[in-house]
């Protein structure tokens, strides 16, 4: 482990807290920073379909395969938001739970009334029009085994020559968006996974994922100087929130990077620095930001109090920062 983040390693207490929780948080836990064997990871994972919010999650499904009426709303309780929780809550998507919510959104969900009217008739697979949306759209269905080949292929089309993309391109910008960005990376990254991805996926990715790296993830290119708050939703890139759901901030960039399996290098210190510094004396991090909108499921114990999401996601980037060979 580098010297400077020896100090950083979990202590014990701060592992039992995480324990002390849903399936869904324990078995990445036991997965990511125990060192638990894998019978008994899965064995805790299996339990995310039938106890605790993987289940209440479930239960909240229509039957017209629907949550919340909706493909998509500006709340936090649509098909979209709830499949984006589901798949960061680890449900197994091989589990016949799964099998069974995410065939009725397939077989009945349509973007109608949700999204722009010429996309009514899309099936919810398909997606819509805006690439943020799309992205979470495709990262939940390519998670879940669903053919979003066809979002993929619009996303590749909408990449801007500085390697990002922006849901306001259309509308003549040609400046990425972190939020967007992001968004669509996450995307690409978990196709890449489902479906052993394609040349024209993966350097598509790599190209974006060098839009966050030379910005040290959350500064100007053009001048250095650190972005306090996104122009369009206000997000305030410095404070770590979960879900996150469209909007970016720097645990959600360096979460992405550890996925991805990128070595890091000089251009994250920083940004490591600036997760580090978050700590309490506990040795946990904060909610910092709840976006406006209505849960389906309460995961957090609210903004100013310790987070185990922020704090489980803190300790996974920390670890892949140290790593012997990184």
Not at 131 to 145: E, L
Not at 158 to 177: F, K, T, V, Y
Request: glycine residues 10%; charged residues 25%.
């Amino acid at each position: 482990m580098k010297p400077e983040l020896e100090a950083l390693k979990p202590k014990e207490p701060v592992i039992r807290w995480l324990l002390d929780s849903d399936p869904s948080l324990r078995w990445q836990v036991l997965q990511d920073l125990t060192g638990t064997p894998i019978h008994e990871v899965e064995a805790e994972r299996a339990r995310v379909a039938v106890e605790g919010w993987g289940a209440r999650l479930l239960a909240l499904q229509g039957a017209d395969g629907a949550w919340g009426g909706a493909a998509w709303n500006h709340g936090w309780d649509s098909t979209m938001h709830v499949l984006w929780l589901l798949y960061h809550l680890g449900l197994d998507p091989a589990g016949p739970e799964a099998q069974c919510a995410v065939g009725l959104v397939h077989e009945r969900v349509t973007w109608q009334g949700c999204g722009p009217p010429e996309c009514d008739d899309n099936p919810f697979f398909a997606g819509e029009l805006e690439p943020c949306i799309n992205g979470q759209v495709a990262t939940a269905g390519a998670y879940f085994g669903q053919d979003v080949g066809s979002i993929i292929d619009r996303l590749l089309g909408e990449q801007l020559p500085d390697g990002g993309w922006n849901c306001d391109a259309p509308h003549a910008s040609r400046r990425s968006s972190f939020n967007t960005t992001i968004c669509v990376l996450e995307a690409l990254l978990e196709y890449e996974r489902a479906t052993g991805g394609r040349p024209a996926v993966t350097e598509a990715r790599l190209h974006g994922q060098e839009y966050l790296l030379d910005r040290r993830l959350f500064r100007r290119r053009s001048t250095g100087e650190a972005i306090e708050q996104d122009r369009k939703g206000g997000t305030i890139l410095t404070r770590f929130a979960f879900p996150t759901w469209w909007h970016y901030d720097v645990l959600r960039g360096l979460d992405y990077l550890r996925r991805a399996g990128v070595t890091p290098d000089e251009r994250v210190a920083e940004a490591i620095e600036l997760v580090a510094s978050k700590r309490d004396q506990d040795g946990r991090w904060p909610l910092e930001v709840q976006y406006p909108g209505v849960m389906p499921v309460e995961i957090d114990e609210g903004v100013g109090q310790p987070s185990r999401w922020n704090t489980l996601r803190a300790l996974r980037v920390l670890d892949w920062y140290s790593a012997p060979g990184s």
